[in-house]
């Protein structure tokens, strides 16, 4: 495999903190060994900044004309004839790749290539409509609650933007349509148990102010940004995952973990690095 050599290597992508280009493919450098697992295998869409995060955002589904032979593929059926050639990061000089292409942030599928249809994660996702975080921990620790009851084992990650992921991982038994409608059964579960802070309307003039417990994501095709991934924000936070102690923690901030103070994280190692040996089967109705 050669060797991925940066173009421009001191192009700025940040320009409020002068994060280079050079920089994001050191953290992902860093971050490979953790984030590779949780990648691998997963169709990709780039959000790429080719002029920066103050410069519009480019989201390809495809991989780029000219992307090496080395990068790993997934052909995806269209709906109306041919495929979308997706790439799957599947190595580290993949990520190196991927920094060379301004890819600030790639987002993967909740499936595997094997198993498209077949999603090995259930993902709600909680965004909060206001500036209290505290009230998105709680609404995370509602959902796990109401997930291991169901038999199922969940992990958090701050999103690196307002939020917080819970992700339960799947054995590999259910479609994404079961998925989908599962995940939507149990939103109106969560949010009945914080009526005064959660809703499943999507509509916001309809939320009065209330966290949206979002399944969205579970959508076959729809994709989450990836563990460790760089946000496109002021500071490089980066989408972190995280202990349940830390979401019990008043202290907790989605965009505290940023690209250039994690060395001290990153060696306390990956909060997910047994999420796939936990995966269960989704009971239905």
């Not at 990520?95 to 077949?118: E, G, S, Y």
């Not at 054995?171 to 599962?182: F, H, I, M, S, Y």
Request: with cysteine; charged share 30%.
């Amino acid at each position: 495999m050669p060797e991925v050599k940066l173009s421009n290597p001191d192009k700025v992508l940040f320009p409020d903190d002068g994060i280079t280009k050079a920089e994001l493919a050191e953290h992902y450098a860093r971050v490979a060994a953790y984030m590779v697992p949780h990648c691998k295998d997963r169709p990709m869409n780039l959000w790429r900044w080719n002029k920066g995060i103050a410069s519009d955002v480019v989201v390809q589904q495809s991989l780029p004309k000219g992307a090496p032979d080395w990068v790993a593929r997934c052909e995806v059926p269209r709906r109306k004839g041919g495929d979308i050639t997706h790439g799957m990061i599947n190595d580290a000089d993949t990520l190196r790749w991927l920094a060379q292409q301004n890819c600030v942030t790639p987002h993967i599928w909740n499936a595997r290539c094997d198993l498209r249809d077949k999603p090995d994660r259930i993902v709600f996702d909680l965004d909060p409509t206001g500036d209290d975080f505290n009230l998105v921990r709680d609404a995370a620790l509602v959902t796990a609650e109401i997930l291991r009851d169901l038999g199922l084992e969940p992990f958090a990650k701050v999103t690196g933007s307002r939020g917080i992921h819970i992700v339960a991982p799947l054995k590999r038994t259910r479609t994404a349509d079961e998925v989908r409608q599962r995940a939507g059964e149990l939103a109106e579960q969560i949010a009945a148990e914080r009526p005064d802070t959660l809703t499943t309307f999507w509509r916001k003039d309809k939320r009065e102010g209330r966290i949206l417990v979002d399944v969205a994501r579970n959508t076959y095709g729809q994709t989450i940004v990836a563990p460790y991934a760089v946000r496109a924000l002021a500071g490089a936070p980066v989408a972190m995952p995280v202990t349940w102690d830390e979401v019990a923690d008043a202290g907790l901030h989605p965009q505290q973990f940023k690209l250039r103070e994690l060395e001290t994280r990153l060696k306390g190692g990956d909060a997910w690095h047994d999420i796939d040996a936990a995966a269960a089967v989704l009971r239905l109705k």
